[in-house]
């Protein structure tokens, strides 16, 4: 499948700005700019660019650590145990306690702040609460502490309010989740929802960007139609419990979904449950890997063919990445390694080579394309 990464590109240059409608039950700021950082070419590489700490951990001892904005899912989990691993193969680390913001942006503000007194030197963020974050931010890097926030960007400018910003490109990912749900779909088209996550993180509102836009302007999605408000994602938390209950109010609402968009396999399995307990056809669904959504595709596929799943690899080892940035600057050592990472999909279930597998040795919480041994996955839903 061919993305249109220069269209995307343009619009994100141009100043293009989402507005949100009143109504309906979703949430969102009333508008939002996707950062242009996600598609800036001399940020972005490949994951063979990618290298190991060791090249970065330096002589001096100093002190990490992992801030989270909400820690109660499996990718959070994932990306905590990678972050710890990640440290360990410095011997001159010492790692912090770890911090969630409890889907407070409160707490997750005090959070930073505590850490700082604590006497972080190179601090790892998620930042769900989004640029309500950046003067934490900026006053920790003004501090002294070398910041990275990740995956979700905050906003702000690299080198004022924080040392770097490190990524996926997520407007890229949703414009290939809209793509192969209207290849799946076919002519005929349907009806679509976008799950997102936290309420206004930014991750989603890149994501819903490029699922827009891919909508509008390639000639085989006309059928489809999204069912959100413009520009805002439907909020689950990327929680299954909570995605379980969003979902069954949808269905209730909607008499016809055919295909489910989301950024989480986790909280899918949550979905997946809301249309099989109201004895809906599973639609074609999009989502980041987790064993979980591929043992859901394998228990189902046969009595239900329309049923077919795609994901990109989930990237909770791009926690790493972050560590490796704030652990070089905290250094002094230069850090050539790309900021934003182009993933690959690795499971398609119309693709005879990525066909969805399920390990029935693992949690169906487990990120399978995590960095992690088997064991070490096992382990941390137990």
Request: one cysteine or more; charged letters at 20%.
């Amino acid at each position: 499948m061919i993305t249109r990464t220069k269209a995307l590109a343009a619009a994100l240059l141009a100043g293009l700005t989402l507005t949100s409608c009143a109504g309906g039950p979703f949430s969102a700021p009333a508008a939002f700019q996707v950062d242009p950082v996600y598609l800036d070419p001399a940020l972005s590489g490949s994951v063979d660019q990618l290298k190991p700490i060791s090249d970065f951990c330096g002589d001096r001892s100093i002190k990490v650590a992992l801030a989270d904005g909400v820690g109660d899912n499996a990718f959070r989990k994932t990306a905590r145990a990678e972050f710890e691993d990640e440290a360990a193969r410095c011997p001159n680390i010492e790692v912090l306690p770890y911090a969630d913001g409890q889907n407070n942006p409160q707490k997750a503000i005090s959070d930073i702040k505590a850490l700082v007194a604590l006497g972080v030197e190179a601090l790892v963020v998620f930042p769900d609460a989004g640029p309500a974050l950046l003067p934490t931010l900026r006053e920790a890097f003004e501090a002294g502490v070398a910041v990275v926030p990740y995956t979700a960007s905050p906003g702000g400018t690299a080198g004022v309010d924080y040392t770097t910003f490190v990524g996926h490109n997520t407007v890229t990912d949703g414009a290939k989740w809209a793509e192969w749900v209207c290849t799946a779909l076919g002519p005929k088209g349907g009806n679509a929802i976008f799950l997102g996550g936290t309420p206004g993180n930014a991750q989603s509102l890149s994501e819903i960007h490029g699922i827009e836009d891919e909508l509008a302007n390639n000639p085989d999605c006309k059928g489809v139609t999204l069912l959100n408000d413009p520009g805002t994602p439907i909020d689950t938390g990327w929680n299954p419990a909570q995605t379980q209950r969003v979902v069954s109010g949808l269905l209730a609402k909607y008499p016809k979904i055919d295909a489910v968009i989301t950024d989480s396999g986790d909280s899918s399995l949550g979905g997946i449950r809301a249309f099989l307990q109201a004895g809906r056809p599973l639609p074609v669904w999009t989502a980041n890997d987790n064993n979980g959504f591929a043992c859901a595709y394998v228990d189902n596929k046969r009595k239900q063919p329309q049923f077919q799943i795609v994901a990109v690899t989930s990237r909770t080892w791009i926690v790493r990445l972050a560590l490796r940035k704030a652990v070089a600057a905290a250094q002094d050592i230069p850090e050539p390694e790309p900021d934003i990472v182009n993933v690959p999909i690795v499971m398609n279930s119309l693709d005879p080579s990525l066909i969805p597998e399920c390990d029935p040795n693992l949690p169906a919480s487990a990120v399978t394309s995590s960095e992690l041994s088997t064991e070490k996955l096992a382990e941390i839903y137990r």
